[in-house]
């Protein structure tokens, strides 16, 4: 197998993607980075290569609404133009939630993605969509193997107390459990974070983007992780809430403000950072403002982060090293500086150039915890896990 494989990761209004090409020694080696926006009204395709320079464009133009169906069909036959002589051997979506079936990747077939699709009632932001990908490539290319790779699975080595909510057994048999997401991410740097501290055996990795949340690991390992159940609990992010008591939300719904499907909405779309400052759920517009609203939407994410900061901490016994990754994560220094100055109960100390600079480790040489800034890399890790289960297939 000395082909390429691309990665999918399908969203409401999006669609990215990148491909791989396989060398002779079977290593992964990136060929082209790129994305779909504005699929449902002015559709938009770019593509760089891997050098990250714009290689191709395409619009379909104003009021041309493309589907999901035919989205990733012409990711694909663009690809199968662009290869090179390559062909396409697989393709590895990320799909959010796996549920109790599928703790691990799995090869699609079968009753996979109706399976998968059934878990979109659990988790109505990402799953639907990520198995509608998925669902149009095995439609238009039925001889090409897929595989579905799960934000959830990495926080399947959490403990049982961990992973469970304090429920009666019928519910908690319903699927109502702390499930977490973003562990392709955190799988990822686990495997990065002994590169740069190798005797670190309890971390503390904070995945800020427009979803956002952290994770304690323990020898590499999740024990535990504040996106629970769905995609919208935990650290408040870009636009969703993060955690809000279940009774404010009985008392919305008896008041008659929201119905479900408003108050769900309002939770996933208009809260967070947004609903906060009132202007913008982007980090780099609220930074840059002077309205104190933005201010105030800022240090509520680090005093939300400052929390779970502490609580993993005590959870793991004690914390060796730190590490920032994604949008936020890589790139914001002022939120790096402010979390680590919360920290500095812990052993925390900030070497400022360094984190002016972006790192790799932003702490001082003399600081009892390690902080780093790994880049993440979702799409390359969801390469390996499908390169690897389509040879076992070969075996």
Known sequence: MNDAIIVVNTGSTSLKFAAYEMDAAGSLLAHCLGQIDGMQGDPRFVVRNAAGKPWDAHEWGEGHPIDHSAAPRFVVEWLEDN???KKLAAAGHRVVLGGERYEAPVRIDGDVLDYLQSL???????????????????EAFPKLPQVACFDSSFHRTMPEAAQNYALPKDVRDAGVRHWGYHGISYDYISRQTPKFAPHARRVIVAHLGGGASMCAML???????SMGFA????????????????GALFYLLRRKLFDAASLEKMLY?????????GLSGDMRILQDSKDPRAAAAIEHFVYAMTK???AYAAVLGGLDAFVFTAGIGENSAPVRAALCAKMTWLGVKLDERANACGGPRISSMDSKVSVWVIPTNEELMIAQYTLALVRSRLV
């Open 83 to 85: 290869l090179k002589g």
């Open 120 to 138: 979109a009632v659990m988790e109505p932001s990402h799953q639907l969509f990520n198995v509608r990908g998925a669902r149009a490539l095995a």
């Open 219 to 225: 020898d590499g390992r999740s024990v535990e992780t």
């Open 231 to 246: 995609g919208g609990s935990g650290l408040p992010m870009a636009t969703r809430s993060g955690d809000v008591p279940p």
């Open 269 to 277: 779309e208009r809260a967070g950072l947004l609903g906060l400052s």
């Open 308 to 310: 779970y900061a502490g």
